[in-house]
């Protein structure tokens, strides 16, 4: 009787820890992705010293496949100090890439696809696009999309050690495996 007590758990242990070495997969849902986004703003931004740029109310749009993540942004351009302001929205897209040193996923060549700013005179659209495109690298470069305490929420115990072996979109979810 204890030899076949001692056999089953030998046997669970190694089904246990074959069950450690295959992939795991999170999955991020879009309504997840948006809902972090979100806290991440209302961002502001001084503009040549007599402007205040602020971004607001994100809507992330998630591919069903390929690699680039559309974000539609609202805007407002202030005069500081002044109450005139300028209103419209952004659209800007990047591809989602894992950082490895800061186990964190961030959106990389973020470029802004289209900017329409009511009230703005053609002769300042030029560079307005130009400085929309620059801050939208700048924040998308210092700000995670998915860190890996994000992953580590979703899942506990042995994922927290795993490393990102491969990330996919799929039904406008994100999907990362782990593995070892």
């Excluded at 089953?8 to 999170?26: E, I, K, M």
């Excluded at 971004?55 to 992330?60: A, D, F, G, I, S």
């Excluded at 620059?134 to 995670?144: D, F, G, I, L, Q």
């Excluded at 994922?159 to 799929?170: G, I, S, Y």
Aim: aromatic content about 10%; charged content about 25%.
């Amino acid at each position: 009787m204890k030899r076949a007590i001692g056999i089953v758990l030998v046997l669970a242990f190694l089904a246990g820890g074959t069950w450690l070495f295959l992939p795991h997969t999170v999955v991020f849902s879009e309504k997840e992705l948006q809902e972090r986004l979100s806290k991440l703003f209302p961002i502001k931004k001084p503009m040549l010293l007599f402007f205040e740029v602020e971004y607001h109310n994100p809507v992330l749009e998630l591919p069903v496949s390929g690699d680039r993540v559309k974000a539609q942004i609202q805007v407002t351009a202030r005069r500081m100090g002044g109450e005139r302001h300028v209103t419209g929205q952004v659209i800007a897209s990047g591809a989602l890439c894992f950082d490895p040193e800061q186990e964190s996923f961030f959106l990389k060549a973020f470029h802004v696809e289209s900017s329409s700013l009511d009230q703005l005179p053609p002769s300042l659209a030029g560079m307005a696009s130009n400085f929309v495109d620059k801050m939208a690298n700048e924040w998308a470069s210092t700000h995670p999309v998915i860190s890996r305490a994000d992953w580590q929420k979703s899942k506990k115990g042995i994922l927290a050690f795993m490393k990102v072996k491969e990330v996919k979109f799929r039904d406008k979810e994100v999907h990362v495996t782990l593995g070892f």
